[in-house]
Every structure is written in C-alpha cells, then in structure tokens.
C-alpha cells in the first residue's frame, strides 16, 4: 500500500483508499470498522501525544506509576466529526475534522490500513488529504458545513 500526503487540514480531512478492483460488501466492512473504530478512539482523545506515559517509559512497564495529574492537565485531543464512508468505482472516501487529536492518529491509521491490506483487503493506495481529481469535493456537504464554520 503506498501512502501519499496531499495538503493537510486537520478541520477539514479527506482520507481516499485506492483498491485494486471495486471493493466487495465484506471489504467495505472491513474498511469502514477500522475508520469507525480510529474514530472512537479519537473522539474518547486517546490520540493525546502530550500524555504518553507508557510510551514514554520504555520496554520495562512493570509496576510503573502512572501520575494522574499528567493525564489531567494535558490539553485534550479530540476528534469532532466524520462522514459515512463513500465509494465510487476503485475508490473510496471519507471526511474527517480531527479537531485537535495529535498526528499520531495519523500513523495509528496508517498502520492499522497497512496491517489490513497485507491480510484482508487489496489497498493499492491511501492518500491522506487535499482533493481526487477523478472525484470533486469541491461541492460537497463537508466543505460546504466547514466553510460555515470559519466564518
């Protein structure tokens, strides 16, 4: 699966998967559950790079203290919003406003899509951001309710 950055706004995100052929029902559902669940996850902040405490203390966790206050004082990181999954011939899409989840959603995504290309579904391609010029946005509803939001 090759990975490609377009341009990058976290308020107003385009995620496109590239399949090999046009994705069966069992495929989309496993695309959509990996979306729907990073999601989850970053609308509950578990995308929070300011606190990454375990992380932080290396390979040996046993019996480490895990200060609260830490996890309480770091600034949240939640995603806001997200649009159904949508297809159209070998592609699919789906809008995202991050809100203030770290990058490190990003890689987790990646690596989770990595992960299912190798095991359950063809993904030639994941471009993170900016438009498909097979497949306008422009319009959209998504960009249409952000521009809403910016003024």
């Not at 999954?85 to 990646?110: H, K, M, N, P, Q």
Request: some cysteine; aromatic content about 14%.
């Amino acid at each position: 699966m090759h990975v490609q950055f377009r341009e990058f706004n976290p308020f107003d995100l385009w995620i496109w998967l590239e399949f090999s052929t046009v994705p069966s029902q069992m495929e989309k559902e496993y695309v959509e559950e990996v979306f729907n669940s990073w999601f989850l996850l970053g609308k509950l902040g578990g995308f929070d790079a300011e606190n990454l405490q375990v992380q932080d203390v290396g390979l040996d966790i046993s019996y480490m203290d895990y200060d609260e206050q830490i996890a309480d004082n770091s600034m949240m990181a939640l995603m806001h919003n997200k649009s159904e999954f949508e297809y159209e011939g070998t592609w699919g899409r789906c809008w995202f406003d991050l809100g203030t989840s770290d990058a490190l959603a990003i890689d987790v995504l990646i690596n989770a899509l990595k992960q299912l290309a190798k095991e359950y579904v063809v993904i030639e391609r994941l471009v993170i951001g900016g438009e498909n010029e097979d497949w306008s946005v422009g319009s959209d509803r998504h960009s249409l309710f952000y521009e809403a939001q910016q003024n």
